[in-house]
């Protein structure tokens, strides 16, 4: 096992995530749509559970944290989010990034650690696109503040040439003050209008890792990163982190070992 694998490897591990739970209140919308979130976080660390609660609006999803309410979303929006990441609602062009609002009871699931599976692993594709949604968002976070350090970790540097969505949405990070760096398997040219760093190898970090971190230029904006490490094929185990400490390490890690 590489240096740079045991390391993110030991970030995740250290992950503890306190007692959590998303409750559905004064639900009115028909079953399917609980149970296409109860599906969404089936087998996860999270806990789905509903409840009346009479100054809530109605269809409101709570992050229930050690006891306390974290962060309310609509149902909603909660249910667009697991529905259409990888749709239009996620894609570039007219509004874009700027687009990718996700609802706060799932970005604010930080320090959880989660088991996912993409196509063909398994059934529902969108187990995996939790991670996706994840990183549009921090890459979103990073556009919208336009300084900083944006790091992300692509296996293959030719998903930039296969996904255009995912290539104009990093020619535009590039376009601002933002120093962008992507890291991938060498296997695709980037074109000269991409202006990125460029980090190719063949180790097991680039191979196994998906990554994406921004450290803006001051302290103000949140820090973020997501740590995903693949454990079979399209099989992963991820997490994310707004704490500044925390996203140094995974920083330090990519410099230091990529």
């Not at 296409?36 to 089936?42: V, Y």
């Not at 549009?136 to 790091?151: D, P």
């Amino acid at each position: 096992m590489s240096s740079a694998v045991e390391q993110l490897w030991t970030l995740v591990r250290e992950t503890d995530a306190p007692e959590q739970s998303l409750v559905v209140v004064n639900r009115t919308e028909v079953d399917p749509i609980q149970r296409l979130l109860a599906t969404t976080f089936d087998g996860q660390s999270v806990d789905i559970t509903e409840g009346d609660v009479p100054d809530a609006a109605d269809d409101t999803v709570l992050l229930v944290r050690d006891g306390e309410v974290v962060a309310s979303s609509s149902l909603q929006s909660v249910i667009d989010a697991c529905l259409l990441v990888n749709s239009d609602l996620y894609r570039t062009g007219p509004g874009g990034l700027e687009q990718s609002r996700a609802s706060s009871v799932i970005t604010e699931l930080d320090q959880t650690v989660f088991e996912l599976r993409g196509f063909p692993a398994a059934e529902k594709e969108m187990e995996k696109l939790i991670l996706i949604l994840i990183s549009r968002f921090i890459e979103g976070h990073a556009l919208e503040h336009g300084s900083g350090v944006l790091r992300a970790t692509f296996q293959e540097l030719s998903r930039l040439g296969t996904e255009n969505d995912t290539r104009e949405v990093y020619r535009r990070l590039a376009d601002t003050d933002l120093s962008v760096h992507v890291y991938g398997v060498n296997d695709w040219e980037l074109p000269a209008n991409l202006d990125t760093v460029l980090h190719t190898g063949d180790h097991r970090g680039y191979r196994e890792s998906w990554c994406v971190l921004f450290r803006p230029a001051s302290a103000e904006p949140r820090h973020a990163a997501l740590l995903s490490l693949e454990t079979g094929p399209n099989e992963w185990v991820g997490t994310w982190t707004y704490d500044p400490q925390k996203v140094r390490r995974v920083d330090e890690i990519l410099l230091e070992e990529f």
